[in-house]
T-cell receptor
């Protein structure tokens, strides 16, 4: 498999559930990102990891907990979410192409919190 | 600080007509500029990027964009729209020293038969 993959593609969870989103990149990149995409809002950067170290936490509520065990895998652990957390969650990795950096996106996980 | 403004959240063009999606940026350093496309239920796909080489950048699917420093613009064009071009388009800017990309709010392109 190539590129950036995300599982599951769709997730419905109650506010008291605990679930995890998974992202995997097969591109040999060292930086990975979580974004939130809500309807009628700009793409929101949530977390950045470089070489497995978190370098950015964009004031994300603690009910979202990222984990990056290695440069190829990124998780987003979810617990006690709110209905307003329903969104498309996109993972991306960053690598060099043609002398400059580019971000490569996965297909996203569509999350619905009920 | 860097920012991107996309003019028009929705643009409609007829099939075969010129596509023009507008993007203006703000950056205190020479920027890297990108256009991404997002089809329904998919992630973002890079269309093209500007990295201080040629000011006219050609991308995939017949799209191109021109970097105009004097106008701080990076508008996306395609000479003849196709039904398959219907999607949301995002302009983005980054500082080569930073690992973040700042995205615009997106423009949804509708193609009329």
């Amino acid at each position: 498999e190539t590129g950036v993959t995300q599982t599951p593609r769709h997730l419905v969870m109650g506010m008291t559930n605990k679930k995890s989103l998974k992202c995997e990149q097969h591109l040999g990149h060292n930086a990975m990102y979580w974004y939130k995409q809500s309807a009628k809002k700009p793409l929101e950067l949530m977390f950045v990891y470089n070489f497995k170290e978190q370098t950015e936490n964009n004031s994300v509520p603690s009910r979202f907990s990222p984990e990056c065990p290695n440069s190829s895998h990124l998780f987003l652990h979810l617990h006690t979410l709110q209905p307003e957390d329903s969104a498309l969650y996109l993972c991306a990795s960053r690598g060099l192409a043609g002398g400059s950096y580019e971000q490569y996106f996965g297909p996203g996980t569509r999350l619905t919190v009920t | 600080a860097q920012s991107v403004t996309q003019l028009g959240s929705h643009v409609s063009v007829s099939e075969g007509a010129l596509v023009l999606l507008r993007c203006n940026y703000s950056s205190s350093v020479p920027p890297y500029l990108f256009w991404y496309v997002q089809y329904p239920n998919q992630g973002l796909q890079l269309l093209l990027k500007y990295t201080s080489a040629a000011t006219l950048v050609k991308g995939i699917n017949g799209f191109e964009a021109e970097f105009k420093k004097s106008e701080t613009s990076f508008h996306l064009t395609k000479p003849s729209a196709h039904m398959s071009d219907a999607a949301e388009y995002f302009c983005a800017v980054s500082d080569s020293r930073d690992d973040k990309i700042i995205f615009g709010k997106g423009t949804r392109l509708h193609i009329l038969p």
